[in-house]
């Protein structure tokens, strides 16, 4: 019995600590203002504009990838507000496709529609960092679940966004996303659909 106890009590601090390490010390203990001190400035009107290529890879809760894809973005902004459509084409052959609303305030503040996003996404621009966080609702033929996204787009040195996302669900990550985004000109978008 006494081994059962200890055995339960091991279990508990490690969950504890992986707990501690995933919102203290991992990718969600990351705020914007780690990044404002760059010199860069990631601006989501500048570098999120225009027809943009999109190539990445989902990994599954096991961490191996699950998916790959492809995306052709279109994106248009007047003044502080944006439109960025989105067309994704899975090594699957599924398809889909994202329209995102998005208000950039004079603080750098971002907030984020989307017709598969429940309620109001919000994020931040900070130096090369950019942060959206939104409830994401998967389509229902992959079970309809409504998951708790963390987005982190990062701007490289040439005008490259490298983004990084996880998926949880309960507060346990089920899924990442890892892709970057490019300028294209529109002869590659043509090429690439």
């Not at 001190?37 to 500048?46: H, S």
């Not at 963390?150 to 040439?158: H, S």
């Not at 005008?159 to 990442?176: H, L």
Request: with cysteine; net charge negative.
């Amino acid at each position: 019995m006494d081994g059962l106890i200890y055995a339960l009590i091991g279990a508990g601090v490690i969950l504890a600590l992986n707990w501690a390490w995933t919102r203290y010390a991992g990718f969600l203990a990351q705020a914007p203002e780690d990044y404002a001190a760059d010199g860069t400035v990631f601006d989501i009107r500048t570098h999120l504009n225009g027809p943009i290529i999109c190539e990445g890879v989902i990994y599954g809760p096991t961490g191996r990838v699950s998916s790959r894809f492809v995306g052709e973005f279109d994106c248009h902004w007047e003044g502080n507000r944006g439109v960025m459509n989105e067309h994704f084409s899975y090594d699957d052959g599924s398809e889909q496709t994202r329209a995102w609303d998005l208000t950039l305030g004079n603080d750098g503040r971002i907030k984020a529609l989307a017709n598969d996003v429940v309620g109001e996404g919000t994020g931040q621009q900070a130096g090369n960092a950019v942060q959206l966080k939104y409830r994401f609702k998967l389509p229902e033929k992959s079970g309809g679940h409504v998951l708790d996204t963390v987005d982190w787009m990062y701007l490289a040195p040439n005008g490259t966004i490298v983004n990084r996302s996880q998926f949880r669900k309960y507060g346990i990550k089920v899924a990442e996303l890892v892709a970057t985004m490019r300028p294209a000109p529109a002869a590659e978008m043509k090429e690439a659909a």
